[in-house]
């Protein structure tokens, strides 16, 4: 799997929109890009995936540059629950035994400010 | 729908002794994986089972072993407590191997005395 790179650390106020960025240039073409948080001493949470298009869900968007090398987890409104650790993870989208594993770089420390 | 579960939530053994881990999966996912995350680390991948077999080992010693039941149910286990081995175990499954979203349980947190 493709490293990822993010900001160890970030501060969002509360309400705001929390936009989370994500390097991940060595990136294949057959890989996703997956977000996962994790609330303190918690099991990690899915958030989204994509591969090439912008994604949305109820938790949060995801835009992916036409590049592929980066990309933004976007929360629209955050609120005090959603401090956490964010961790963005590449991972290939095709059945291969060997690649089943997540692997976790050392996230980014979001927190919301009251 | 449930999501995956883990028991007990907290296990305080000894150097020495074996601890037992328990988790059931999503209802329909055939695969579980364990992952370790000692104080302050990352996670680090340990073992992923699916339909009963072992499929992959992350590098931990033979102590850490498991199983996975004919219900897709899993259990982990570890002999001969260290104390390096205090840490959250977490449980993840996944409808089918390798590709499908991996959703986590809530942890079980071992600590060795």
């Known amino acids: 799997d493709a490293k990822t790179t993010q900001p160890p650390s970030m501060d969002c106020a509360e309400g705001r929109a929390a936009n989370l960025p994500c390097n991940h240039s060595?990136?294949?073409?057959?890989?996703?890009v997956y977000w996962y948080r994790q609330i303190h001493s918690q099991g990690p949470q899915y958030i989204i995936h994509?591969?090439?298009n912008n994604e949305t869900n109820e938790m949060a968007s995801l835009i992916i540059t036409e590049d592929r090398k980066s990309s933004t987890l976007i929360l629209p409104h955050a609120t005090l629950r959603d401090t956490a650790v964010y961790y963005c993870?590449?991972?290939?989208?095709?059945?291969?035994?060997?690649?089943?594993?997540?692997?976790f770089g050392t996230g980014t420390r979001l927190t919301i400010i009251p | 729908e449930a999501g995956v579960t883990q028991s007990p939530t907290h296990l305080i053994k000894t150097r020495g002794q074996q601890a037992t881990l328990r988790c059931s999966p999503i209802?329909?996912?055939?695969?579980v994986y364990w992952y370790q995350q000692a104080l302050g680390l990352g996670l680090q991948f340990l073992l992923w089972?699916?339909?009963?077999?072992?499929?992959n080992r992350g590098n931990f010693p033979p102590r850490f072993s498991g199983r996975q039941f004919p219900n897709y149910s899993s259990e982990l286990n570890v002999n001969a407590l260290e104390l390096e081995d205090s840490a959250l175990y977490l449980c993840?499954?996944?409808?089918?191997?390798?590709?499908?979203?991996?959703?986590f349980g809530p942890g079980t947190r071992l600590t060795v005395l």
């Open positions: 209802s329909g996912h055939t695969s």
């Open positions: 994509g591969l090439k």
């Open positions: 993870i590449v991972r290939v989208a095709i059945s291969n035994f060997g690649n089943e594993k997540l692997t």
């Open positions: 060595t990136i294949s073409g057959n890989e996703y």
């Open positions: 089972y699916d339909e009963g077999e072992e499929r």
């Open positions: 993840a499954s996944s409808l089918s191997p390798s590709t499908d979203t991996q959703y």
